[in-house]
Every structure is written in C-alpha cells, then in structure tokens.
C-alpha cells in the first residue's frame, strides 16, 4: 500500500491510497527461500564432497564433507586454492585440458586421489559437470567427491585372493599331475603309493586353501563378543601335536581368559602356530614354538614364539602384507581377523636383536568390559 495526500479543489488535504496485490511475488519470494534451504540444507548434509571451481580453476565453493575428507577444520580454508592442490599429481597443463573439456559441455566420471592434511591421499570418483550462467557463458565446474577407500581395499584383496588361489591352487594341480604321471599298470607297489600320496597331499592342500578363503570371506561380517582364548589355545596346539608332531610350549598362557573376537578365532590361532611350525627347517624334536600372553591395561597381548629362522628387520613389515605372499591365504587370515579384534599384527625377535633366532607375533585383543 502507497498512501499520500491531495490537495482538492475545495481546497481540502485528501489522502489519496494505492493498493497492490503482492500475493504472487511473495509467493515467489517465498518459495525461493525455500529452494535456497533446500539447497543449502542438502549441501550441508550430503555424504558426498562437493566442489565447485571458477574458470580458472581455483575453488569457490566446498561443503563439510568435501573438508572431513580431507582432514580440513573448516571449508572457508579451501576457497581460493586452485585444484591442483586438492588432488594428488595433478598439473596446471591438466587441469586446463579438463577446463576445455568442461567448456565444451562434457561431463565426466573419473578416479582420482584427494590430498588428505595428514600427508596421505583419499581415493576418490569424481563426477564433473560444467558450471553455466543464465546466458550460457562459462563460470567453472562443479564435482561430486564420493570416497571409495573400502571399494579399492576390498578390490585390492580380491585381486590378491584370486591371484593367491591361482598361484596356490596351481602348485597344488602340478603336484597332481606329477603323481598321475607315475602311475601305470606295471608300476610297482611303492611307486604308486608315492604316486597317491602326491595325488592325496595336493587334493587336501587345495580343500584346506580353498576353506581358508571362505573363512577369511565369513570373518568379513561376523559380530565380535566374549570369546575364551585360553580354551582356544589349548585346543588348537593339541591339534598342532597331533597333525606335525611338536609340543607346543603354553606355561605362560593363562588357561582361562576372556577377549573379544569371533567364531574365526580359532583359525587365528591356528595359522600363526602352523606357520611356526611349517616355516622352521629345523627337526621336529627341535623345534620350539611358545605361547604366551599378559594383561596390558585394556586389552590383553597374546604371543606366539618359534626358534625358526627368523626374518631381518627390513622384511618385518612385509610379513603381513598380502602382495608379498609370505604365508598365502593364512597370514592373510590372520591380518584381517588381528585388525577386526582391534590392532595390526606386531612382528619382532624372539631374542632382541638377533633375528636369526626365531620370530615373535604378538596379536592385541580387547578385553569385554
């Protein structure tokens, strides 16, 4: 409403008012400021990084996520910087051909490493799309940063799965086939005892690698509760004696203690004595293997020792790793169930410093509250 005053002819003030029916722009008004809260509200919240670059290639605009992914307190601290000091071994000549690229109107998906404030990298897909005015002129571009760390840990451990089961499995056929090849009808009796024992060893060798996997597969969603590692050891270095012949040394083991792990516990326990016992040229009467552990404030540390050949303090490291394959599917069972049950397997000496004494794996667990 617009209200003044007239004078008339009479010579009497009039007010003279006009009215005019707002209803439509406010509704307008309104409901721009409800798209603005929606949009505002769904780049806030969403789990996604997004960005948006100017022409230039410096950053514009990030939203919470985009910052935790890359360790930032605040996305105000991204504004300005160009995007080759978010992503890792990206060049200006690079980030112009994706200018062009955008310019021309291409959209694009593609795998990249987001630089995290720790020093390390986030793998990331990128999903990029040009960045238009009303008049179509080109403002930059604007991405969706989507985490894909799980996705490439667990694309990394099929690839390792299926290249240990080729590998392995294979052995294990030659091994087979070289049994096969000596038996004949005219072959004498020791021969194809010989001859079966092969057949027999890498059949069972393939079963036992093949149920490895599957229970590495079955750790992956198993919820963790109070298990006794005490009954669990006992059990499994009894089987040890049974199947290789070596007593196992558990004095120090207390017989009865309570940690959090899970049906695979078992195995565990059991890959790491095995390897103790395989890996050790050492005859069977002579060989030492030592299971021990001890209560450390919150969680309690299990130990298990053999007098093998030990490995140099370069190689420590790489024990556990699955790309080097020290102990197949088994040390890659133990990594998995170590890490599920609350930290990374450690690897030491079993005498300080002198590794040519055998090797110590120490597993942390937790103990229920």
């Known amino acids: 409403m617009n209200v003044g005053t007239i004078r008339?002819?009479?010579?009497?003030?009039?007010?003279?008012?006009?009215?005019?029916?707002?209803?439509?722009?406010?509704?307008?008004?309104?409901?721009?400021?409800?798209?603005?809260?929606?949009?505002?509200?769904?780049?806030?919240t969403m789990d996604s990084g997004l960005g948006v670059?100017?022409?230039?290639?410096?950053?514009?605009?990030?939203?919470?996520?985009?910052?935790?992914?890359?360790?930032?307190?605040?996305?105000?601290?991204?504004?300005?910087?160009?995007?080759?000091?978010?992503?890792?071994?990206?060049?200006?000549?690079?980030?112009?051909?994706?200018?062009?690229?955008?310019?021309?109107?291409?959209?694009?998906?593609?795998?990249?490493?987001?630089?995290?404030?720790?020093?390390?990298?986030?793998?990331?897909?990128?999903?990029?799309?040009?960045?238009?005015?009303?008049?179509g002129e080109f403002l930059g571009s604007i991405a969706i940063f989507t985490d894909i760390s799980e996705l490439k840990k667990t694309e990394a451990e099929v690839y390792f799965l299926l290249d240990l089961l080729l590998h392995d499995v294979g052995n294990q056929l030659q091994l087979i086939l070289a049994g096969g090849d000596f038996l004949e009808k005219d072959s004498p009796p020791d021969q194809i005892m010989r001859s079966k024992r092969y057949v027999m060893d890498g059949a069972l060798r393939c079963l036992e690698l093949i149920q490895k996997v599957r229970k590495a597969e079955e750790s992956k969603t198993e919820p963790i509760g109070p298990m006794n590692l005490g009954m669990v050891v006992q059990a499994e270095t009894e089987l040890l004696f049974k199947q290789r012949g070596v007593r196992v040394d558990t004095e120090k083991m207390p017989p009865d203690v309570m940690v959090l792990a899970d049906q695979a516990l078992s195995q565990l326990v059991w890959n790491l004595l095995e390897n103790a016992v395989v890996h050790n040229p050492k005859e069977d009467t002579n060989k030492l293997v030592r299971v021990s552990g001890k209560v450390s404030g919150k969680t309690f540390v299990l130990s298990i020792s053999d007098n093998g050949p030990g490995i140099i303090d370069d190689k420590k490291p790489d024990l556990f790793e699955p790309t080097r394959r020290y102990g197949g599917v088994g040390l890659h069972l133990v990594r998995r169930l170590a890490e599920k049950y609350g930290s990374a397997p450690e690897v030491k000496d079993r005498v300080k410093n002198k590794p040519d004494q055998g090797l110590k794996i120490l597993i942390q667990f937790q103990i229920p509250s």
């Open 8 to 44: 008339g002819r009479d010579g009497q003030i009039k007010t003279v008012a006009q009215i005019i029916d707002v209803t439509d722009e406010k509704r307008s008004a309104h409901a721009l400021q409800e798209s603005e809260r929606r949009y505002r509200s769904l780049i806030e």
């Open 53 to 135: 670059d100017n022409a230039d290639g410096a950053m514009v605009m990030a939203n919470d996520a985009l910052c935790r992914m890359m360790g930032c307190d605040d996305p105000e601290t991204l504004i300005g910087i160009p995007i080759t000091d978010i992503l890792q071994g990206w060049t200006e000549n690079q980030m112009h051909e994706k200018m062009e690229e955008r310019k021309e109107g291409k959209i694009e998906h593609y795998e990249a490493l987001l630089k995290h404030k720790s020093g390390g990298v986030v793998p990331v897909m990128v999903s990029a799309s040009p960045l238009q005015g009303h008049d």
